[in-house]
């Protein structure tokens, strides 16, 4: 790696810990705790956040959980007992607000990963896990950052749902060669 390109790597590690640190880890908790509770986990979200999310969704599932990622065809209907997680920073996304919107009518649990608590997915939502970070068009950075649009945002919710998904696995004495047996084998 050239010296110019491992400088940028290391501001982007700087600046995704210096978030990480910023982070409430009793709203990562309380997310934990809703997905141990329901039935079935759905998850959402747009551009880099939704493949943010989609990852999560895939540790879950490997795992053992029932995840759905909202969207693809095979995805079924959500209920009173199921959890949706929607992944956004601005919280306002509107395909977004409109599927919190429907969840909350089912009954459904709704949990936003989100810059902004006071957004209207944030005000719909049973959890919120706010992340430091700036949104698409930075104009109310919560965090200085020299990274384009919304990348720390979704760095730093890869790593809290990555680290989440190391606290699941130590609740439900799982271990990764375990999950192994749930990875992809039509690859």
Known sequence: M????????AVIAS???????????TQVEALIERILK?????????????????????????????????GDTVTP???????????????????L?????KAKQIGSSLA???????SRIGALADVVVQLP???KDQQQDFLTTVQPMASLFEQTMLVV???????????SDQQSDRMFGLHANLE
């Open 97 to 101: 607000v409109a599927m919190a919107q």
């Open 161 to 171: 749902l990555d680290a989440a998904i190391l606290r699941l696995m130590e609740k």
């Open 15 to 25: 600046e995704i810990a210096e978030s990480v640190e910023k982070i409430d880890g």
């Open 77 to 95: 209907a959500i209920g009173a007992r199921d959890l949706l997680i929607i992944g956004s920073g601005s919280g306002e996304t509107q395909s």
């Open 38 to 70: 329901s039935e079935a986990v759905f998850v959402a979200g747009s551009g880099r956040s939704g493949l943010m999310i989609r990852a999560f969704a895939m540790r879950l599932m490997q795992m053992g959980h029932r995840v759905h990622v909202v």
């Open 133 to 135: 970070g700036a949104t």
């Open 112 to 118: 936003a990963i989100t810059i902004k608590p006071e």
């Open 2 to 9: 050239s010296a110019i390109m491992f400088k940028q790597a």
